[in-house]
């Protein structure tokens, strides 16, 4: 896995780009390239490339707010 894309959807913008910035800070902590995040109504999409063990262990134990829903994909087409 080389790729993966994270939404994250909720109805406060505010807190959709709190959690996209932490996406963000820990792919740059990391090494990993992203891309976005891409603003939508409700929803916020971040790609992160180059991603690595570090990455995704830093991503599954970031503090996640309970009320917002996130979905990540591989990024396989």
């Not at 993966?4 to 406060?12: D, E, K, Y």
């Not at 891409?38 to 991603?51: A, C, D, E, F």
Request: overall charge positive.
């Amino acid at each position: 896995m080389n790729h993966i894309i994270i939404t994250i959807t909720g109805n406060s913008n505010k807190r959709l780009d709190i959690q996209a910035q932490t996406i963000i800070k820990i792919a740059r902590e990391t090494g990993a390239v992203k891309a976005g995040p891409i603003p939508l109504k409700g929803k916020r999409i971040v790609h992160i490339y180059n991603i690595n063990r570090k990455t995704l262990d830093k991503l599954m134990y970031m503090k996640h707010d309970k009320k917002l829903n996130y979905d990540v994909d591989d990024g396989s087409v």
